[in-house]
């Protein structure tokens, strides 16, 4: 007996999980249960006549055993066949003490008439062909073989197949006039009788009696047609059932959609609010977008006027400088300088700011200044190489010295210079300052590492300037002699830093 599956793609009863899935399916339907309880109960009907010794071919998962023994035949009369060995393993484990072997319709393993009774429900519809099978099911009866078939609703054999846990089977349904050819070439109308018995419109049981008193399958054999008793009113419950299940399955849809329209209406709503911010947010943007655009043109218009600004800033700056030097050249003129020493309110000494006192307390203690000098502009340094000053620091050690420079503009570059000079000529410091730095504001500092210390010392303060662009002069105490005629003696207007 070759079973491999190769050979017989149509028979996958043993692939991985088949046998489990439909075993799961059967006992959980109802209406295949109520099949196999009718089939059952038929065998019972017909046991009487029978005897005890009862085959089942294509016992499947055993749940047919399950409404045959002990009801209607004792254990030890029972035997199931089947080709699955999966199938097989369930109906054990499902049924310890039946016996089950192993074994193919087409070729039954038992001996002619072994037993009395042979059944096989719902297989030949799995099998490509049925009269070899049928042939096997007669052979190996004594005397009643019941087994069922799927009757095609147009009269003639349909091939078609089906599926089962995801795998194809074979479903074939046949006239019932195919049937019967099967059968009685099977045996010819060797002493066997047939009868048919409705299970459902499409699912009929054929029971064939050996020796009955009924007559051969022939012409007649619509008169041996009947419903198995309670069938129809089965097929009624069946259907009544079913539709009742599809009114359950439609109520539940209908709830379901009902749901949906209201989940679909508050989504319309959710939408439609979307949407409205969606808009109020693009005005926002928009608007958002037309202050940025005019305040653009805002910072474009005030761009364009610093730039302006920048401009006659600069051209103001420049005609500064250029009144500066004019100023300048007319201060140097002789008679403007004159004039000024006849006037006693040049002296600024009582105007000064207070930032400027200790430049005044400074130059009052260590520039030798007496009665007569008055607070002024100097020379302009741009006229004379530079301005020399003496003080006198006792016993301290200089290390700065403020001054109080005067720019008729403000400057933009160069520098201003100091230099520390010792009485035997040797210059001590020479720093440069930024005359950018140069405000007018609060004195000058110019700080340098500290000198001197250890006795009374004279030293030359020597200021002077290098490449400004203004005219700069420093305030200094002035002397007039000879009404004013003759030289002017000059002091320095200068504060000291110290080193502690
Ligand atoms: C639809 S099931 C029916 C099982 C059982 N008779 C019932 O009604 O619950 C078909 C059974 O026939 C078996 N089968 C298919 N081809 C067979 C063959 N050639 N010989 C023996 N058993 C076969 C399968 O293994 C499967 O268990």
Request: proline share 5%; hydrophobic share 40%; with cysteine.
């Amino acid at each position: 007996m070759d079973m491999k599956r190769s050979n017989r793609p149509w028979q996958r009863w043993d692939d991985p999980e088949v046998a489990s899935a439909i075993d799961d399916y059967w006992t959980s339907s109802a209406y295949e249960a109520s099949h196999r309880r009718i089939l059952a109960e038929m065998v019972a009907e017909y046991a009487g006549i029978a005897g005890r010794r009862l085959l089942e071919v294509g016992c499947g998962s055993g749940l047919v055993y399950s409404e045959l023994v002990p009801t209607v035949a004792p254990n030890d009369s029972y035997t199931g066949v089947d080709v699955s060995t999966e199938m097989l393993s369930i109906a054990r484990s499902r049924h310890e003490d039946a016996q089950f072997v192993r074994g193919d319709a087409y070729d039954l393993p038992f001996g002619s008439s072994e037993f009395d009774v042979v059944t096989c429900f719902e297989v030949l519809v799995h099998l490509p062909s049925i009269l070899r099978p049928i042939a096997e099911l007669m052979r190996v009866s004594r005397r009643l073989v019941i087994f069922t078939v799927w009757l095609s609703s147009s009269g003639e054999t349909e091939r078609t197949d089906e599926k089962h846990a995801g795998v194809r089977f074979l479903h074939n349904e046949y006239s019932l006039e195919d049937i019967l050819q099967a059968v009685s070439s099977a045996h010819g109308h060797n002493g066997w009788n047939v009868e048919v018995r409705v299970l459902s419109p499409s699912l009929w049981a054929l029971v064939l009696l050996k020796d009955s008193p009924l007559a051969p399958p022939s012409n007649t054999i619509n008169a041996r047609i009947r419903p198995f008793p309670g069938v129809i009113e089965a097929i009624r419950r069946d259907y009544a059932q079913r539709i009742a299940r599809l009114e359950q399955g439609l109520a539940s849809k209908e709830a379901q959609a009902e749901q949906l329209q209201g989940n679909l209406a508050s989504k319309e709503v959710e939408v439609a609010d979307l949407q409205g911010n969606l808009a109020s947010k693009e005005v926002e943007v928009a608007d958002l977008q037309g202050n940025l655009a005019s305040k653009e043109v805002e910072v474009a218009d005030l761009q364009g006027s610093l730039a302006t600004r920048d401009c006659a800033l600069d051209r103001l700056g420049r005609s500064a400088r250029a009144a500066a030097m004019e100023l300048d050249v007319q201060r140097s003129r002789r008679a403007v300088r004159y004039i000024g020493r006849f006037l006693d309110r040049l002296s600024l000494d009582d105007q000064i700011a207070p930032s400027f006192q200790q430049l005044r307390d400074d130059s009052l203690l260590y520039c030798s200044i007496t009665r007569g000098y008055k607070l002024q502009p100097s020379e302009s340094l741009h006229r004379v190489p530079f301005l020399d000053y003496r003080v006198e620091i006792r016993n301290r050690r200089l290390r700065g010295v403020l001054l109080a420079p005067i720019l008729d503009a403000p400057a933009t570059k160069g520098s201003l210079g100091l230099e520390v000079v010792r009485d035997d000529g040797r210059t001590l410091i020479h720093v440069l300052k930024a005359a950018t730095e140069i405000g007018g504001e609060v004195p000058l500092l110019i700080e340098f590492p500290p000198i001197g210390g250890a006795a009374a010392a004279g030293y030359l303060l020597r200021v002077f300037a290098l490449d400004v662009d203004v005219p700069i002069r420093l305030f200094e105490w002035r002397k007039y002699s000879l009404f004013g005629l003759g030289p002017v003696q000059r002091r320095a207007f200068c504060g000291f830093v110290f080193a502690s």
